[in-house]
């Protein structure tokens, strides 16, 4: 006998990019990021593995991190999952 539960999840993913002396590029480069990665994980949980879980359209967010000047910009990006859980 098993139980099946029904889980809502968040991914966490953190993105780091030499700004190499062009600030609005690089975040740019690192917003064009955050639909490749969302593409991907979402085909992911489709095609790869088979339908073990999906990213719903609510609950995703992200913001691009870094002043003006910085070496480096950071993307946070925070992905809802669904899955079912044997218990």
């Known amino acids: 006998m098993a139980y099946v539960e029904e889980r809502t999840d968040t ?3 953190e993105v780091l990019r030499a700004v190499n002396a062009d600030y609005d ?3 740019r480069r690192l917003l064009k990021d955050v639909t490749s990665l969302t593409a991907a994980i979402i085909r992911d949980g489709h095609v790869t593995s088979g339908g073990e ?3 719903p359209d609510g609950g995703r967010s992200h913001d691009v991190i870094g002043q003006t000047g910085a070496s480096f910009l ?7 999952v669904n899955y079912e859980l044997s218990v």
Not at 74 to 80: F, G, S
């Open 11 to 13: 991914v966490e993913i």
């Open 25 to 27: 590029g690089a975040r």
């Open 53 to 55: 879980y999906t990213v």
């Open 74 to 80: 950071t993307l946070r990006m925070t992905l809802p």
